[in-house]
């Protein structure tokens, strides 16, 4: 059998491999939308959760601590930065190759 035949014949097959995949995911996919549908329908309906009405003052919340914070650090950024120095400037030299 030559390669050209057998690539027809594995063409010609049908491509339902993937088809029972599908059918499950539909099957058990309708399943679950039946049972939240039952459920939803059996169960009675949970209370709200938040209170119908607001608390009308709520209670004002004051936090003392005996630890002072630290000093507060003011940065100004209107001076002008410093220029740097013959100390800092440093010059790399290329090594000489020599041929």
């Not at 339902?16 to 995911?25: I, T």
């Not at 001076?79 to 440093?90: H, R």
Request: charged share 20%; aromatic share 4%.
């Amino acid at each position: 059998m030559s390669r050209r035949s057998a690539m027809f014949m594995h063409a010609r097959q049908p491509t339902d491999s993937a088809l029972p995949l599908r059918g499950y995911f539909l099957s058990v996919g309708g399943a679950l939308v039946c049972l939240l549908l039952l459920a939803s329908w059996v169960l009675p309906a949970q209370p709200p959760t938040h209170p119908a009405e607001p608390d009308p003052a709520p209670p004002s919340i004051r936090i003392h601590s005996d630890v002072k914070p630290p000093e507060r650090v003011v940065i100004d950024t209107n001076q002008s930065l410093p220029g740097p120095s013959d100390k800092e400037i440093v010059v790399a030299h290329r090594p000489v190759a020599s041929d």
